[in-house]
């Protein structure tokens, strides 16, 4: 996504560079001594210093790995028979906040991990978006953008010149540190992708060149590649001239369609799935009984190249895991906090046996005999700890915001918060009863009467037994409020919503969290109708809000507790936290978000990485919807 096996290349000096990569003027300045990395003139093939190279990728991701198992992935792709790695820059994990980047901390340093790849022996292709899809929150566009009622996202200049200002902030604060790592300046980045999978969304050729352009205005001169499916490619013609080709679902017979249409570049297999994606509510984790060992022999035999999606898909940790959502019907999608993608090393970084069969397969096509696999890194079970309850949501609320922001309610990217929780709340003075009526709930709600709990909405669809269990209502349904006699004429409607993961793929990107038109009421008497005059709380449960909590709760039987647990290890490794007693929240380690938990399922444990435990004392906090009552937490060495 080469017609030779892999051969062992040697480094040229900078002047022999100019050949093979057009870098000229950089060579010619002795900038660098670098090998060089292009295209045959007839497109046939792949050149690394002048010679015929077969890329064999297998793509992680940094933000879905701790930072102190870089190295061992890296180590695991290679022992599989990889020389490359594809990386996704996920823009909106380093800009959460308009012009403020963030380069360094948590699993961010890009740059880290690209040199670690190269202190490994391993090429890099670099997949920089600005749209990377990825099954992460927005594909990776920052959600600050949806503040403008009327934004367009992957358009150029001229089509919205608030997104493309957003996006060349971002390449000129990436390129500077990227460009070192360019194979020309003796780095190991061979290739860097302009977009991803453009095909799916739109055929503006002016779109993509105004990214290559910003790029080499900012000099990253490639060279560069495009990744799309083989009938995308041929409907939207998606590619970039001079550019390689990348085929998603990429096998022998479409790189062989792909240069018969494009014969002057190479293409390769850019997205081959040994796996798949799960989503909440799926009955079992998918891409299990998926097997491309055919299509990575063809790929061997030909001398093709390649990159696995995923080889190692890691952990969307905190608020990032993406959704889907049907263009036509709008029926939405999240996806579970787990990436493990069922890929040859596992979310935990273990080698599976669909890894030992494929590294197998590789090795026997290869002169040299592979590393050994890894170690893998130690695991703790067995462990079983019930939280107590510690604090109360209602116990914790910031100042609401001012009045005149929030006549109406509105999604949480208009009040500058990108995920979590907000809550709106409002006096209903002559209440009588009736249905409330929300347009729309994106994601799930719950919904109060003063203490008592009415009930709730979920955008995604959830059995029908979770649904009347939890008497939360599907498919955006009018929710039947107790009647007054229950609560009295003049309660306080809460109605707290969290945002789950924004669309990550098609047309429907513009995927704002929260209330995003209007609360009313039915059959309510004399309040039937829009409800305006709210109170609104923003709770982002970031590290902030979660570090500071006020212990205890004045009403303890009110869901919307925070558990917290503590338990003392002798001895740390990786381990998962069994959730599976629990109904919906998000669980924390010693401060660390490791993301959500769901009784839908399928996934029902959560992946804590050894690095985020410590020997002695550590902490545990749940934050979950609906439970009032704590439940025992198991520590497993497995996700299922």
């Known amino acids: 996504m080469e017609r030779r096996h892999f051969l062992q290349v040697s480094t040229l000096s900078a002047l022999s560079a100019m050949a093979v990569t057009g870098n000229a003027a950089a060579a010619a300045a002795g900038e660098t001594k670098g090998h060089t990395f292009g295209f045959a003139d007839d497109g046939s093939e792949f050149l690394l210093d002048g010679r015929p190279f077969q890329i064999r990728s297998g793509e992680m991701h940094p933000a879905r790995i701790p930072v102190q198992y870089w190295r ?15 990386l996704y820059v996920m823009w909106n994990y380093i800009e959460e906040r ?49 503040r403008h009622p009327d934004i367009r996202l992957r358009v150029k200049t001229a089509d919205d010149p608030r997104y493309m200002a957003a996006v060349a902030r971002y390449i000129e604060r990436l390129a500077p540190r990227i460009r070192p790592l360019l194979v020309a300046r003796g780095g190991p980045i061979l290739m860097v992708q302009i977009e991803n999978e453009y095909g799916s969304y739109g055929d503006d050729a002016e779109y993509l060149a105004e990214l290559r352009r910003l790029w080499i205005d900012h000099g990253v001169d490639g060279p560069f590649y495009t990744e799309d499916g083989l009938s995308q490619l041929q409907r939207d013609h998606t590619n970039v001239p001079g550019g390689a080709i990348a085929l998603s679902g990429g096998d022998a017979s479409s790189i062989a369609a792909a240069r018969a249409a494009y014969p002057a570049v190479p293409a390769m297999a850019g997205e081959v799935y040994p796996g798949w994606l799960t989503h ?27 990159n696995l999606y995923m080889i190692h898909g890691g952990t969307s940790f905190g608020f990032f895991a993406g959704a889907n959502a049907d263009d036509a019907s709008g029926h939405y999608q999240p996806d579970i906090t787990s990436y493990d993608y069922e890929a040859p090393i596992s979310e935990q970084g273990v080698a599976t046996p669909r890894y030992m069969n494929y590294r197998d397969l590789i090795g026997r096509y290869l002169t040299a005999p592979l590393p050994a696999v890894p170690a893998p890194i130690p695991t703790i079970g067995g462990t079983t700890v019930e939280p107590a309850p510690y604090a109360s949501v209602w116990d914790n609320l910031p100042d609401a915001l001012p009045a005149d922001r929030t006549v109406d309610p509105r999604p949480f990217e208009m009040y500058g918060q990108n995920s979590g929780f907000v809550l709106y709340r409002k006096k209903l003075d002559g209440y009588s009863g009736g249905t409330l009526d929300i347009r729309w709930v994106h994601d799930y709600a719950t919904v109060f ?7 709730g909405f979920s955008r995604p669809l959830i059995p029908d037994t979770v649904a009347s269990a ?22 306080r409607l809460d109605i707290l919503v969290e945002g789950m993961g924004r669309t990550n793929y098609g047309h429907a990107l513009v995927d704002r969290k929260g209330i995003l038109e209007s609360v009313a009421l039915r059959d309510g008497g004399a309040l039937t109708g829009d409800l305006t005059g709210w109170e609104v709380f923003l709770l ?9 909590l006020r212990a205890g709760a004045r009403t303890p039987s009110r869901p919307g507790v925070f558990f917290r647990a503590t338990v003392h290890l002798r001895s740390t490794g990786d381990t998962y936290l069994d959730m599976s007693r629990w109904s919906k929240g998000v669980v924390w380690v010693n401060g660390h978000n490791l993301g959500r938990y769901w009784e839908i399922g399928p996934q029902r444990r959560l992946y804590c990485p050894a690095p985020w435990l410590r020997r002695g004392r550590n902490e545990i906090l749940v934050f979950d919807l609906h439970q009032t009552e704590t439940a025992p937490i198991t520590f497993e060495r497995t996700l299922h």
């Open 540 to 548: 982002p449960m970031d590290d902030r809000f979660v570090a500071t």
């Open 449 to 455: 009467l003063d203490d008592t709990y009415a009930g």
């Open 98 to 146: 308009p012009g403020v980047f963030d380069f360094h901390t948590d699993r961010r340093d890009v740059e880290a991990f690209v040199r670690l790849c190269q202190a490994e022996g391993m090429w890099v292709l670099l997949r920089p978006g600005p749209y990377v899809c990825g099954e992460w929150d927005l594909g990776g566009i920052p959600p600050y953008l949806l």
């Open 280 to 306: 909440w509510g799926d009955s079992t984790f998918q891409g299990a009984d998926s097997d491309v060992s055919g299509t990575i022999r063809d790929c061997m035999d030909g001398g093709l190249s390649f």
């Open 470 to 491: 939890r008497h939360v209502t599907n498919g955006d349904a009018p929710l039947p409020l107790p009647p007054a006699g229950q609560v009295g004429d003049h309660p």
């Open 72 to 86: 061992h992935r890296i180590r695991m792709a290679k022992a599989m028979g990889m020389n490359t790695v594809a």
